[in-house]
């Protein structure tokens, strides 16, 4: 079964940082992976989906992420973090073949001035 | 494009009285329906998902219900509401294909009093 794994339910960095949000993935199939935001009280909004096209996944707001097989990770990229990037991040997995996706527990973007 | 649309936008409910909230996904046709909860400081929990109309999945037994009495439309319902009940109820939608991303409400906060 699949599963997704976030490291570091909080992460801060300051403004201008790099913010590095990891993810590991666990499926005996290729994955698809998605990035979610989440700011506060409102619904989850699609960051990026990896679909096996292309490793490197650019998607909205500057953020990017990268799939890598043999470390089972894919971890959610930005060069410079903006006070704007404040907010909870979900790492998600498509159940295979299914319709239902398998969240991670989040983490938390603390941008400091 | 498609939307959803999800309301109330907040809930305040005495216990023991009854629920409903609605959800409905215009712009495209036989969506998969997903209602999740988020508790404070917790990860989403998927409640009730549907893939036709009549056709719900519980995936935590509780006492809650879902609808799909039409096709771009999911009903959360509950005849008692439970101090437990309370959270962040998110709906999203997701195209028929399997492995497609999830597309979120913007939620309804529910505080049960």
């Known amino acids: 079964a699949q599963s997704v794994t976030q490291l570091g339910s909080h992460v801060s960095v300051s403004e201008g940082a790099l913010v590095l949000l990891r993810c590991n993935y666990s499926s005996s199939v290729p994955p698809y992976l998605f990035w979610y935001v989440q700011y506060p009280n409102q619904g989850l909004q699609l960051l990026l989906k990896?679909?096996?096209?292309?490793?490197l996944v650019k998607g909205i707001n500057g953020f990017e992420a990268e799939f890598k097989k043999s470390e089972t990770s894919f971890h959610l990229t930005k060069p410079s973090a903006h006070m704007s990037d404040a907010a909870e991040y979900f790492c998600?997995?498509?159940?295979?073949?299914?319709?239902?996706?398998?969240f991670g527990a989040g983490t938390r973007l603390f941008v400091k001035a | 494009s498609q939307t959803i649309h999800q309301w109330p936008a907040t809930l305040v409910q005495p216990v023991g009285s009854p629920l409903s909230l609605e959800c409905t996904v215009e712009g495209t046709s036989n969506p998969n329906l997903y209602w999740y909860r988020q508790a404070a400081g917790r990860g989403l929990q998927l409640l009730f998902y549907s893939v036709g109309i009549g056709q719900i999945s519980s995936e935590v037994p509780q006492n809650l219900s879902a609808s799909r009495p039409q096709d771009r439309q999911f009903i959360l319902s509950s005849k008692k509401l439970l101090l437990s009940d309370s959270g962040f109820y998110l709906c999203?939608?997701?195209?028929?294909?399997?492995?497609?991303?999830?597309?979120f409400g913007d939620g309804t906060r529910l505080s049960i009093l």
């Open positions: 998600a997995v498509s159940e295979s073949g299914g319709f239902k996706t398998i």
């Open positions: 990896y679909t096996s096209a292309a490793t």
């Open positions: 999203a939608w997701s195209p028929t294909d399997r492995d497609q991303p999830q597309h």
